[in-house]
């Protein structure tokens, strides 16, 4: 089992930052897998936000955040981070991060965390 903890949403003005951090434990580890943020914001589907590979090597985003988001992990204290910059009303959602399983799944899901960014 892997449990994901999200932690650093909030209010923010819009062009406000906000840095989400997710937190891995349990008895499988995710230092070797990747690991991806998506949100969901009210009455919409979860979408794809990033996505980082085991290494850090490799970085994905969804074009809406590109530019604006970076995605990064430390493998030592198990931890991925999301640093938003130029925050944007539409990107109010609850974020969560996942793991990305060898089958190409997302397999573990953490609780989410909530960003609110006010116009």
């Known amino acids: 089992q892997v449990q994901l903890v999200e932690s650093g949403g909030g209010l923010v003005q819009a062009g406000g930052s906000l840095r989400l951090s997710c937190a891995a434990s349990?008895?499988?580890?995710?230092?070797?897998?990747?690991m991806g943020w998506f949100r969901q914001a009210p009455g919409k589907e979860r979408e794809f936000v990033a996505a980082?590979?085991?290494?850090?090597?490799?970085?994905d985003y969804a074009a809406s955040v590109k530019g604006r988001f970076t995605i990064s992990r430390n493998n030592a204290k198990n931890t991925v981070y999301l640093q938003m910059s130029s925050l944007k009303p539409e990107d109010t959602a609850v974020y969560y991060c996942?793991?990305?399983?060898?089958?190409?799944?997302?397999?573990?899901w953490g609780q989410g965390t909530q960003v609110t960014v006010s116009s």
């Open positions: 996942a793991r990305r399983s060898g089958t190409g799944e997302y397999d573990y």
């Open positions: 349990g008895r499988t580890s995710s230092s070797y897998a990747t």
């Open positions: 980082i590979s085991w290494n850090g090597g490799s970085t």
